[in-house]
């Protein structure tokens, strides 16, 4: 999801992971203008991440999950394939390690 590609608009969507937040408490977590925040909430919402409400004059957000649903599921088969990779790596380092360990210890050994 292209929208996803920014940092911040990464950082803004983790941000929202736990409790919607006004679009100014979003403005006071990055070093960055308040129409920059804007503009990354704009392309947020456009890509259906996520939603608005408006309170009076504040604009409150909150992460929309279906996209992110989408994706999850999008992703499972690729997490799969890592895991599987990883066991793999996760053997070969606790071999070394044993072939490291029995070499040290003959290694100690008086001749």
Known sequence: MAALADPTRR????????????????????????????RHLRVLREAGLVRVRVDGQRRFYALEPGPLAEMDQWLEPFRAAWAHRLDALDTEIRRGRQTLTTDSSRSRRPT
Do not use: H
């Open 11 to 38: 950082r803004i969507v983790e941000s929202l992971r736990d409790a919607e937040l006004s679009a100014g408490a979003l403005g006071g977590l990055f070093a960055i203008s308040q129409p920059g925040v804007s």
